[in-house]
């Protein structure tokens, strides 16, 4: 298949015009289109221009209020809340970067928990700023039930994923995203549109049987938690802390059956960022980078982020990675 490259700042144009030929206002299409790009241009395409026509469909189909703006509740202590009011968690975050950034400055740590909020993209996006400004940060969001409990049969969990990244000093920031299924959702659909089988473990069908076909989980189905009891647990957390915590609802409780064509679960997500220098500390960074490399000394090749990194330099060398068909698909929303 033929690559085609394209200046990321081209992308994000592209991606902010068709958010806006869907009635979103500029100041949102900005958020959800560098967003979207980033994920492109890293090499994350299960969540990248892929996403699109998903993201058209939820839109046309009257789900949620993703023009809205979010509503700030700053509190006097560590946490703050914020209403998206069925608008777009990464614009929410945007919104309260300001005062969280102060509160994480002045206190050491500070905490942000949003509710009413719509996230149909990786988080690493979320979490990685904050390492490059010499901040840690850990993240989790909840979806749309799609992952059952170890033996079940009926989705309980989303694909509930999380993200951390900190600094390393010498190094790009150390960030990694992980799904607490067994696989992301996107991924399964791109494994479908491929024609391609799922790894063994994966998923299961309407009757809780195992499967690898990856129509049958979209379709009646569902898909299984990493690691049996241990992702479910960690599942389950995040159901608490993105949902029960910020008080969105849970990913059981999203209900589009009146809205179709909507694909974007509409819960709620946690974020806690912490500064390794609060009270004049110091060495936070090199330990870090002297833990990777202890790691990679003992045959771990590859750390997370590592291919991210290295597909972003070429992409800012060559532009971002597209097929004729990407582009073709872009065309018709714009």
Known sequence: ?????????????RLSAIFVKQGLPG??????????????RDGALSHGVFR???????????????????????GEGALIRVDAHGGFAQVALE??????????????VAALAIRN?????????????????????????????????????TPVFGTNPMAFACPREGQAPYVWDQA?????????????REGRALEPGCGVDAEGQPTTDPEVVLN????????GYKGASIAMTIEILAAAFTGGAFSTEVDWSDHPGAKIPLTGQFLLVADP????????????????????????????????????????EKGVALTQADLDMLAEYL
């Open 27 to 40: 100041r949102v299409a900005s958020v959800l289109a560098t967003n979207c790009a980033t994920c492109q």
């Open 117 to 153: 909020s719509q996230h149909f993209s990786a988080i690493w996006p979320d979490v990685e700023p904050f390492a490059e400004e010499g901040l840690m940060a850990l993240s989790v969001v909840n979806s749309m039930a799609v992952v059952v409990p170890p033996g079940g049969k």
């Open 52 to 74: 699109i026509p998903a993201y058209v469909s939820t839109l046309q189909s009257g789900w949620g209020s993703p023009a809205a703006l979010p509503e700030i509740d700053p």
């Open 95 to 108: 919104e309260a970067m300001p005062l969280l950034r102060e509160r994480v400055r002045t206190q050491g």
């Open 1 to 13: 298949m033929t690559e085609i490259r394209l200046p990321f700042s081209e992308l994000v144009e």
């Open 220 to 227: 009646g189905g569902a898909l299984l938690p990493f690691g």
């Open 277 to 316: 220098a609060y009270g004049g500390a110091t060495g936070f960074g090199a330990r870090v980078a002297a833990l990777s490399d202890t790691v990679r000394a003992a045959g771990q090749e590859r750390l997370p982020g590592d291919r991210r990194h290295r597909v972003r330099a070429e992409a800012l």
């Open 180 to 192: 607490s299924s067994a696989l992301a959702h996107g991924d399964v659909q791109i494994a479908a």
